[in-house]
């Protein structure tokens, strides 16, 4: 296990459009309950619940509660430090924003996954706006469909 404090410098560069010094900065009073869920986040690459977070840190013999740990991913999230996925037919989902990317989820089986896709974000943006009045936007693209698995597995 990488026990990465949010207070060193992480790395050099931007992850998102967030820079990491601006990210720690948002971490305000530390808290090592919040650091464990943090560390947990940033080595994981499974988009866990809330509830399989809340499992991880009881295993790694973490003393929070259950309440702590969802104060503590919507801290995360409200910080811009995690991104909540919310899942249509499902529990949310938290990531750490290691780079950017996007996320395609499968409606079947809730499973998220990561890929990278570069597009124009500035030109999608004035398209939206023009084409329905929304004006905030976040900085990456989430698809729906069926996955392999599910596919593979079901009469669809």
């Known amino acids: 296990m990488t026990n990465i404090n949010v207070c060193d410098i992480l790395l050099a560069s931007k992850i998102g459009t967030i820079p990491i010094l601006e990210r720690q900065r948002k971490m305000e009073k530390y808290s090592r309950q919040r650091q464990e869920i943090l560390d947990f986040l940033i080595e994981s690459y499974s988009h866990p619940t809330a509830e399989e977070v809340y499992k991880e840190m009881k295993k790694r013999g973490s003393t929070a509660s259950k309440g702590t740990v969802y104060r503590n991913l919507n801290f995360l999230t409200d910080k811009g430090i995690i991104e909540k996925i919310s899942i249509q037919n499902g529990a949310d989902r ?3 924003l290691k780079t950017p990317h996007n996320h395609a989820i499968c409606v079947k089986c809730n ?8 597009f124009n974000a500035k030109k999608l943006k004035k398209t939206i706006k023009e084409k329905t009045n929304i004006e905030k936007f976040s900085n990456y693209i989430i698809v729906q469909g069926i996955c392999k698995k599910c596919l593979e597995n079901q009469n669809f």
């Open 94 to 96: 938290y990531d750490y």
């Open 111 to 118: 499973t998220v996954f990561d890929f990278e896709y570069n």
